[in-house]
């Protein structure tokens, strides 16, 4: 039987044009329009991702754990597509670091159009109730009941790609998830065991949980007793290596108030930084 492959990548275009316009924003990054020059993307459009001033400390750690996630996503996408029902399958985009001259760095990747956020890596899930949450909703479940309890994919975004010519081709498309691990090893946006507690203190299992392979019918495992750790939002939340020690915190009281002497740290860094206004914040 066959399936479609986990990875959606630049396939062999090694550069892109990077414009000045900006594509969309969020908490630590923005995104510039760009087209991509030379190979089987040749004049396709891309998106190209660089982290804010505030945030640029980040950016090597960030880097540095990127394609480890994706390859770890594609992964489990590919283990999901042999067992999903039909048009169900998941892609996860797989970009590639370009420079620019000045060292800038960015992630280049394909455009995905029609973007939707469906959760986020703090527990936030949107509320939307349709299809499409409930198979990325059971997706990160499954994520967590394959590796024994060990990490959960989050931050969930992308598309339903649909073609009414080819139903082969319908498929979710995915970019910049993230993973919570118990051991912490996946970059700034791994939060950890409290990350994977906080999606499962929101998520009910819904009728595509447990609905294929060896587990069909049976419940696949979670948590017994989730907590929310961290104050829900639709944005990443991103925690430097420098305060994991923050996670190993048992007092939801004492995280809390740890945690905010972390923000309020940040705060005063991004005011002090006068370069701040030269940019887009996003």
Same mark, same amino acid.
């Given at each position: 039987?066959?399936?479609?492959?986990?990875?959606?990548?630049?396939?062999?275009?090694?550069?892109?044009?990077?414009?000045?316009?900006?594509?969309?924003?969020?908490?630590?990054?923005?995104?510039?329009?760009?087209?991509?020059?030379?190979?089987?993307?040749?004049?396709?459009?891309?998106?190209?991702?660089?982290?804010? *001033?505030?945030?640029?400390?980040?950016?090597?750690?960030?880097?540095?754990?990127?394609?480890?996630?994706?390859?770890?996503?594609?992964?489990?996408?590919?283990?999901?597509?042999?067992?999903?029902?039909?048009?169900?399958?998941?892609?996860?985009?797989?970009?590639?670091?370009?420079?620019?001259?000045?060292?800038?760095?960015?992630?280049?990747?394909?455009?995905?159009?029609?973007? =939707?956020?469906? =959760?986020?890596?703090?527990?936030?899930?949107? =509320?939307?109730?349709?299809?499409?949450?409930?198979?990325?909703?059971?997706?990160?479940?499954?994520?967590? &009941?394959?590796?024994?309890?060990?990490?959960?994919?989050?931050?969930?975004?992308?598309?339903?790609?649909?073609?009414?010519?080819?139903?082969?081709?319908?498929?979710?498309?995915?970019?910049? *998830?993230?993973?919570?691990?118990?051991?912490?090893?996946?970059?700034?946006?791994?939060?950890?065991?409290?990350?994977?507690?906080?999606?499962?203190?929101? &998520?009910?299992?819904?009728?595509?949980?447990?609905?294929?392979?060896?587990?069909?019918?049976?419940?696949?495992?979670?948590?017994?007793?989730?907590?929310?750790?961290?104050?829900?939002?639709?944005?990443?939340?991103?925690?430097?290596?420098? &305060?994991?020690?923050?996670?190993?915190?048992?007092?939801?009281?004492?995280?809390?108030?740890?945690?905010?002497?972390?923000?309020?740290?940040?705060?005063?860094?991004?005011?002090?930084?006068?370069?701040?206004?030269?940019?887009?914040?996003?």
């Amino acid at each position: 039987m066959s399936y479609i492959k986990g990875s959606r990548t630049n396939l062999g275009s090694q550069s892109a044009s990077i414009s000045t316009t900006v594509a969309g924003e969020g908490e630590f990054r923005t995104a510039y329009h760009g087209t991509y020059c030379g190979g089987q993307r040749n004049q396709q459009e891309a998106i190209c991702k660089k982290f804010k *001033p505030k945030y640029a400390r980040m950016q090597n750690e960030y880097f540095a754990a990127d394609f480890e996630v994706a390859d770890k996503c594609i992964e489990i996408a590919e283990d999901w597509n042999r067992g999903c029902a039909p048009r169900r399958e998941i892609q996860i985009t797989r970009g590639d670091i370009q420079s620019t001259r000045d060292g800038t760095k960015y992630l280049v990747e394909p455009l995905i159009r029609y973007f =939707t956020k469906f =959760t986020s890596n703090n527990g936030w899930i949107s =509320t939307t109730g349709s299809a499409d949450l409930k198979y990325m909703e059971a997706f990160a479940h499954y994520s967590y &009941h394959r590796s024994g309890g060990q990490l959960l994919i989050c931050d969930l975004q992308g598309r339903y790609r649909k073609d009414k010519w080819k139903a082969a081709r319908c498929r979710f498309e995915l970019t910049d *998830p993230a993973i919570c691990s118990r051991q912490r090893r996946y970059g700034p946006t791994d939060l950890g065991e409290k990350g994977i507690e906080s999606f499962f203190a929101n &998520h009910v299992c819904n009728e595509f949980c447990s609905h294929f392979g060896q587990t069909k019918g049976k419940p696949w495992s979670r948590p017994k007793h989730p907590k929310q750790w961290f104050p829900l939002s639709e944005g990443t939340s991103m925690l430097s290596s420098l &305060h994991t020690a923050q996670l190993s915190t048992k007092s939801r009281t004492t995280f809390t108030e740890s945690m905010m002497m972390t923000l309020a740290e940040e705060d005063e860094e991004e005011e002090s930084d006068s370069d701040s206004d030269d940019y887009y914040m996003y």
